[in-house]
């Protein structure tokens, strides 16, 4: 599974150290977006990507995966789901926000 991240942005770079240590069967490659060749630019700085074989998630859907095959994020995913109807608009308003280095 990859997991692309915007590199220049600080809290995206965090992320990915997290999810590296949150995954304890080691299988997800975090990678910088601007690395990527597959995916259109303009959109992979708009949200979180995660690949897996031919699927794409973006954005809450994204994290939700992630925390679906991430055993110790697992206790959380009741919440995320039942913040599903806030997850999207509240991931696109701090999205927005994000600092870039």
């Known amino acids: ?8 942005c600080p809290y995206c770079r965090a992320l990915g150290e997290a999810l590296k240590a949150l995954d304890l069967r080691k299988d ?19 949200e979180l990507h995660v690949l897996e074989g031919e699927r794409v998630y973006r954005g809450y859907p994204a994290l939700l995966h ?6 110790p994020l697992w206790p959380l995913l009741p919440l995320l789901y039942l ?7 509240l991931y696109r308003l701090l999205a927005a926000r994000r600092p870039r280095a």
Do not use: Y
């Open 1 to 8: 599974m990859r997991v692309l991240i915007d590199a220049q």
């Open 66 to 71: 992630l925390a679906r095959r991430l055993p």
């Open 28 to 46: 997800l490659r975090v990678e910088p977006l601007q690395t990527a060749t597959d995916l259109e630019k303009e959109a992979l700085l708009q």
């Open 83 to 89: 913040l599903s109807p806030l997850g999207k608009p």
